[in-house]
Structure formats: C-alpha cells, structure tokens
C-alpha cells in the first residue's frame, strides 16, 4: 500500500510569509518549506505541522508497514474558503500524479484544515489523521476557529444578526439620542431617559412577541387587508369606549346608583355594564370585516362569522342583563318583566343565528365545489 503524508496550509501561511509555492513533495523540500516558515513566524503552528508530517512520514519509512511513504504540503489561499479548496484541490491532484498514493494520513493543526477532508476523500482514501496541538496552547486555534465560524454566520444571516447586533445596536443609539438630548436640555435628562427606556422596551418586548406567537405583520396586512383594517379599527372601538367610560365612569355611577360606588365589585359591575356596547361593537367590526374579506376569497367558512354577528346582540342582552341584576344598588331595579323579556329576545336571537348559520353553510358549499 502506498501511503501519502499530507501536510495541509488552508489558508497559505507558506507563500503569504515564507514565499513557499505550494505544492512541496518529498521529506527534504518540506523541511526546507518548514525551516522557512519557521524563521519568518516563530510562532505560526503551520510550520509544527509540517515538521510534524516529516516525523510521520520518517516513522512510516522505518516501520515498513507500507509498501511505500511519501511526504508532501499543499497550501490554499489567504481568502479562506471557496478559493482555497478549490487551490487545495488542484495542487492535490498534481501531488497524486506524482505519487499515485492508495491511501492518505492528512496531518492538521486544527478544525480549520480539517474542513478539507470531503475533498480529499473524494480521490483518495484517508487511512488515518493526525492533528498537531501545541502544546503551550491546546485548543486555542480550534475554539478561535469555531467562534469565528459562528461570528460569520451571525453577520451573514439577516435573522440572526437582527436579533444579535440589531437590538443591541437600536437600545445604544437611542441612549446615545437621549444622552444628546440632555446635554442641550438638562431638566429633560429623566423625561427623556424614561421615554427612550419606554420605546426600548416597547420595541423589543414587541419584536419577541411578535417571533414568539409567530406573527406575520406584513403578510396578515398583504393577505388580508380588509381583516387587518377591520381589527386595529374594532380594538380602536374598545379602547376608546374603555378610556370614556373610565373617565365618565362617576357621572354613569350617579345616574345608575345615585352616588359613588361603595365597592370595587360595584364600580366593576357598573363599569362592565357600561362598556358593554363598546365591547360588542368593536367585536362586531372585526367579524363583519373578517366576513367581507372571506367573502371575496370566497371561503366556505364564511358561515362562521356571520353567525357570529347574529349573535352579537344576544351576547350584549346576556351582559346587560347580568350586570345590572346582580346590582343591589340600582336606582330602577331591573323588574322581572325586563328579565323576561330579555330572555325571550336572547333565544329568539339564538335561534335565529343558528338557523342562518345553517342555511348559510348550505348555500356556501357550492364554492368549495365549483373551486
């Protein structure tokens, strides 16, 4: 079996600092290239490498396990990567016509040089491996490689890189924006220190919300336009009604009870009860909004939503009735007549959504067939 020693210089520290031209075949080349390298970089571990495949390489010879041994260094190129492999391999290749070996024992000094292997596999078998470690450093080049590695994964991947250098980056310029800021305007310093914190936390609080529930802003706004008007405008609906009725909430306490409420149950009951058409009608424009637009996809599910606003009112008589019933503080109690009547109104409502649901489905599954 002919047997190759392989010294591999990924990233050409041979011709970049010695002048060395790779590829260097046989044991007194290589320890001429090594010898150079040695007195331009002390330190440089690619020339322990080499020395290291020559020490093989003479153990080999000695051992005559194999028919024959050969030495040999192939260098890459400074721009590690594609270039370089593909330098490696055609020096490789020159280094197999010299010496058509049936086996190879690639000697490294880290994971770097290793990434080559699939390349070498490719022509020739590797029989074994050896990686030089020096030893006043083991591990260095290996974890500097590996973190390397993933610093230019995180630059080059625009999802990763948003999350590790964008957040980041937006929290420290907008501190440097505030800090400006109070330079100019010293009273401003914890205004504008509690603002930037704010949209910070906003910000990011927002952007792990929205990753986290797997939202996708642009898409839901692209897809379904008339739904997303129909929503940010029905939550503005309960919103506005929650703020109105919260600043109005003692005026609606006199005109219900004749006073302040004595309780937080009392004013929760009142307030509820007073919200309840903000409420109703904010839901009731996100679903009719989520109907036109299934309407046009011509979605056989429409069904769902409309029934949905049908019964709506039911919904609105159910809490009406509960809030003010449980009330013992009502001016006008709610009489049993009213109680009746509203429950009658819930049912009939209900019927009257289911049936409509019904036959609404039956008119719809014609366009999941025609489609």
Not at 56 to 73: H, N, R, T
Not at 323 to 346: A, C, M, Q
Not at 350 to 364: P, Q
Request: glycine share 8%; proline share 5%; net charge negative.
């Amino acid at each position: 079996m002919r047997v190759l020693v392989l010294a591999i210089d990924r990233d050409d520290d041979f011709g970049v600092k010695a002048g060395v031209k790779g590829p260097v075949i046989g044991r007194d080349k290589c320890l001429d290239a090594a010898v150079k390298l040695s007195l331009a970089d002390p330190e440089d571990s690619d020339a322990n490498t080499l020395f290291a495949a020559v020490k093989l390489y003479d153990e080999l010879k000695q051992s005559g396990d194999f028919e024959d041994v050969e030495v040999a260094l192939i260098t890459g190129h400074h721009n590690v990567g594609v270039k370089s492999d593909m330098e490696l391999s055609r020096q490789l290749d020159e280094v197999l016509k010299v010496f058509p070996a049936d086996g190879v024992i690639p000697v490294t000094d880290g994971a770097e040089d290793e990434q080559i292997f699939p390349i070498i596999t490719s022509k020739v078998p590797i029989v074994s491996t050896r990686r030089v470690v020096v030893k006043q450093s083991p591990g260095i080049e290996t974890t500097w490689y590996i973190i390397v590695r993933y610093l230019k994964e995180i630059m080059n991947d625009p999802e990763v890189s948003k999350v590790v250098l964008g957040i980041p980056g937006l929290i420290v310029l907008l501190y440097g924006i505030a800090k400006l800021i109070s330079l100019k305007y010293p009273p401003s310093a914890q205004i504008v220190s509690s603002a930037v914190s704010g949209v910070v936390m906003l910000i990011v609080g927002g952007y792990f919300f929205i990753k986290g529930v797997k939202l996708r802003p642009l898409e839901l706004i692209s897809r379904g336009f008339i739904t997303f008007i129909g929503l940010v405008t029905g939550l503005i609906v309960i919103l506005g009604g929650a703020i109105r009725v919260y600043l109005m909430l003692e005026s609606i306490s006199e005109e219900m009870i004749g006073g302040i409420p004595s309780s937080d149950l009392i004013a929760f009951l009142i307030y509820l009860n007073a919200i309840n058409s903000y409420v109703i009608l904010g839901i009731a424009i996100i679903l009719l909004s989520k109907t036109i637009q299934e309407y046009l996809r011509r979605d056989p599910h429409i069904w769902y939503y409309a029934t949905g606003i049908i019964m709506l009112p039911a919904f609105w008589k159910v809490i009406d009735l509960i809030t003010k019933y449980s009330n013992p503080l009502i001016i006008r109690k709610t009489p049993e007549e009213d109680i009746l009547l509203g429950l009658v109104f819930i049912a009939i409502d209900l019927v009257v959504s289911v049936l409509a649901g019904i036959k609404l489905r039956e008119k719809v599954r014609s366009w999941s067939s025609s489609s």
